[in-house]
């Protein structure tokens, strides 16, 4: 198994821009989850999903940002405009809700953001 | 919501020395998970515990539900033991990990 896949790894962009971090979930996993971590708040959750479906997206900080998954193996984080306090590790994580071996989380490599 | 709170907050050891990091969490919870975020960032999880004890290999874990805590052991420990550990709780199965702030283990040589 490939594990949680993202992209891109690490990202510079001007302040103002759209930013687009993608994420390929573990196959058969069917919740998926977006955290963002900094050094002033540590890892917070931004927003989940299960079976493609948000189900708590209250961590999402404003309206620039925007999280989708079309299909149970995708799902992207969109920031449009960025601005500099948006810089942090933004990662992906995958759960397979139900089995026996229980809520097991699995992250991804994490997508590392820098607005200037 | 749930609070996590974890100590000690650094821990700096000798190679070779044992330690104990505690998690301590404010409602009952139906989830607990171990994490190490070693020196790359890597978030590894260690354990899946919201009750009982676990072990693998130098590590080991125990989470006393009924009192809110939870415990991870480290016997000898090794400069590659190195990073952040993290506990995460949660409640119903598809609900989102809350983390605390996590512990900072330095092993040296």
């Known amino acids: 198994d490939a594990g949680v896949i993202q992209s891109p790894r690490h990202e510079v962009t001007e302040m103002g821009q759209e930013v687009t971090l993608r994420c390929k979930p573990i196959?058969?996993?069917?919740?998926l989850f977006w955290y963002r971590q900094t050094m002033m708040r540590g890892l917070e959750l931004l927003i989940y999903?299960?079976?493609?479906?948000?189900?708590?997206d209250s961590g999402m900080p404003e309206d620039r940002f925007s999280a989708k998954m079309p299909n149970a193996s995708f799902s992207t984080l969109k920031i449009q405009p960025s601005e500099p306090r948006d810089s942090a590790v933004y990662f992906c994580?995958?759960?397979?809700?139900?089995?026996?071996?229980?809520?097991?989380?699995?992250f991804g490599e994490g997508s590392w953001l820098t607005v200037v | 919501g749930i609070q996590v709170e974890q100590s000690p907050p650094d821990l700096i050891l000798q190679e070779g020395a044992n330690s104990t990091l505690r998690c301590n969490f404010s409602?009952?919870?139906?989830?607990l998970q171990w994490f190490h975020q070693n020196p790359w960032g890597q978030l590894i999880n260690l354990f899946y515990?919201?009750?009982g004890t676990k072990q693998n290999g130098r590590l080991s874990a125990t989470t006393v539900a009924t009192e809110r805590y939870s415990l991870l052991y480290i016997s000898s420990s090794q400069t590659t033991d190195s990073g952040v550990y993290f506990c995460?709780?949660?409640?119903?199965?598809?609900?989102?990990?809350?983390f605390g702030k996590g512990t900072t283990l330095s092993v040296s040589s």
């Open positions: 995460a709780v949660g409640g119903q199965a598809g609900t989102a990990l809350i």
């Open positions: 999903f299960n079976n493609n479906v948000p189900i708590d």
């Open positions: 515990i919201p009750s």
């Open positions: 409602d009952s919870v139906n989830n």
């Open positions: 994580a995958s759960s397979p809700v139900g089995m026996i071996s229980g809520n097991t989380i699995y």
């Open positions: 196959s058969g996993h069917n919740s």
